[in-house]
């Protein structure tokens, strides 16, 4: 298992139990708007408890997984029922958790821009969490970033 950060182990605990919470127009939120452009939609967002299902999977063209805005990796490593996932910390609350990945390319510490690979998918599967300050977030809700500097 990779190492946690403090802030990083807030977004893995609200998979096992979130809270109600919708992020439509946040203006600090990162654009995640072209998520839907990693891979075809298989399990749309949902935050149904009995199957455990807080994100989307997603199938990826390819198998690279790319991450869809700039940030700093939290955590990377193998959590049971995710594998291996990486978690990018995308500042002021904002968290994206990409896992069912076959092989990590990056460290917990390092920086990345938008479009960065983080690994490769497993069987091109991929599952996406996106989450505000603990809380998953459906990623087509979250409308625009307005934060400069």
Not at 22 to 37: I, L, N, T, V, W
Not at 80 to 101: A, E
Not at 106 to 125: D, E, F, N, S
Not at 127 to 143: A, E
């Amino acid at each position: 298992m990779g190492v946690f950060c403090r802030k990083c182990l807030v977004p893995v605990l609200a998979l096992f139990a979130p809270a109600a919470f919708s992020a439509a127009g946040f203006s600090e939120a990162p654009s995640f708007a072209d998520y839907r452009k990693v891979g075809r939609v298989l399990q749309p967002y949902s935050r149904n408890a009995e199957s455990g299902t807080y994100g989307v999977t997603l199938r990826v063209e390819g198998s690279a997984v790319k991450t869809l805005a700039e940030g700093r990796i939290c955590s990377a490593g193998r959590l049971r029922g995710y594998g291996r996932y990486v978690i990018v910390d995308h500042g002021h609350g904002w968290h994206s958790l990409y896992s069912n990945l076959a092989r990590i390319d990056v460290q917990t510490g390092q920086r990345i821009q938008r479009g960065a690979a983080l690994g490769l998918a497993r069987h091109k599967r991929l599952f996406l969490v996106v989450s505000y300050r603990g809380n998953p977030i459906n990623p087509s809700d979250i409308k625009r970033r307005e934060v400069t500097g």
